[in-house]
């Protein structure tokens, strides 16, 4: 299972580029939502060093999740990976989707007084 985060770039790293870069010019990836079933794709260009990378054993993948290009919802998505132009199935997986970390999750109260005279009494 894939780990990704809401409004910043992730890098993926996978392993299905072994005996099948030099067939494919680009990777359309394929997100849906378990519970909406709402559908976001994204394509990656191959020759993009930017956003592609690769070795014999495996590839990096820049998926960049800010602005306009966020996931829908946060949760558990469906993964596939289409290999272009010949729209070859390389991977079927799931992945998560972690929103971003709230910066005050809560309101803090704290009293001007210091005996605290602010009580809660609960009746027997």
Do not use: A
Not at 61 to 74: A, F, K, R, S, V
């Amino acid at each position: 299972m894939l780990y990704i985060n809401q409004n910043q770039v992730n890098t993926l790293t996978l392993s299905i580029n072994q005996n099948s870069r030099n067939f494919f010019t680009t990777y359309t990836l394929i997100f849906t939502h378990v519970m909406s079933s709402e559908v976001k794709e994204y394509v990656i260009d191959l020759f993009n060093p930017n956003v592609y990378f690769f070795n014999v054993r495996y590839c990096t993948i820049q998926l960049d999740l800010t602005g306009d290009n966020n996931l829908p919802y946060e949760g558990q998505y469906t993964l596939q990976i289409i290999g272009e132009p010949n729209s070859v199935s390389l991977y079927n997986g799931f992945c998560m989707v972690d929103g971003s970390v709230e910066t005050n999750p809560f309101t803090e109260y704290l009293s001007p007084n210091e005996t605290n005279e602010n009580y809660i009494y609960i009746q027997d």
